[in-house]
């Protein structure tokens, strides 16, 4: 089965802090995608990356920055953490492949107090 | 850029009553196209995709869905719905493009099965 795994399920942290969250997954996939989803506004993206050390910018960039140093490691970046980033975030993987079928890891829920 | 339209944000039914959720997307060209769902507290899972073919797309737990090219169309469908259906469903199209193609979904339609 492929795994998608979010370091974190739950974290709460202090406005202003730098935050990373990552991500890491198993297939050798070459698509990584991190998203954010809030209620009534569906699933963002924030930034995708379609090979190591590749990234490009999604919907909603701004406050965030990504690294993709290894093919099966994707890390999200909050710079300063702000409390309107509070939030659910979900990483996930495809592979062109495999028809772009994506695989969702279970989600880090991030609260800025 | 491509969008996604999930046309009802809640759907309330009766358990074993059909239900249709809608999806409608905004790209002229070649897509694939996605309904994810998601039970609470999990991450998103397939329920089933359209890449080519037949209209008609079979999925898992009884859904299915209808590609429809003319009205740029992908509503999900159940002819019986149980209890345990009851989550949040997403759409999400896909433009394949090499090796950058990215998933844009829609807000989400949120069904929830009474007994």
């Known amino acids: 089965d492929v795994k998608v795994t979010q370091s974190s399920r739950y974290l709460v942290k202090r406005t202003g802090e730098k935050v990373f969250l990552e991500c890491v997954q198993d297939?050798?996939?070459?698509?990584m995608f991190w998203y954010r989803q809030d209620p009534g506004l569906g699933l963002r993206l924030i930034y995708f990356?379609?090979?190591?050390?590749?990234?490009e910018k999604g919907d909603i960039p701004e406050g965030y920055s990504v690294s993709r140093e290894k093919k099966e490691r994707f890390s999200l970046i909050l710079e300063s953490a702000s409390t309107n980033q509070t939030s659910m975030y979900l990483c996930?993987?495809?592979?062109?492949?495999?028809?772009?079928?994506?695989?969702f890891g279970q989600g880090t829920r991030l609260t800025v107090v | 850029a491509q969008s996604v339209t999930q046309l009802d944000s809640q759907v309330p039914v009766f358990e074993e009553a059909p239900v249709e959720l809608r999806c409608n997307y905004s790209?002229?060209?070649?897509?694939?196209l996605f309904w994810y769902v998601q039970y609470p507290n999990q991450g998103l899972q397939l329920l089933l995709k359209?890449?080519?073919?037949?209209?008609l797309v079979k999925g898992i737990n009884g859904f299915e869905a209808e590609f429809n090219k003319s009205q740029t169309s992908f509503h999900l469908r159940k002819p019986s719905v149980h209890i345990s259906d009851t989550a949040e469903y997403f759409c999400?199209?896909?433009?394949?493009?090499?090796?950058?193609?990215?998933?844009?979904f829609g807000k989400g339609t949120k069904l929830t099965v009474n007994p």
């Open positions: 990356s379609y090979d190591v050390k590749m990234k």
């Open positions: 297939m050798d996939h070459e698509n």
């Open positions: 999400a199209v896909s433009e394949p493009q090499g090796g950058s193609e990215k998933l844009v």
């Open positions: 359209y890449l080519s073919g037949s209209t």
């Open positions: 996930a993987s495809s592979s062109p492949a495999m028809n772009t079928e994506a695989f």
């Open positions: 790209s002229s060209v070649s897509v694939y």
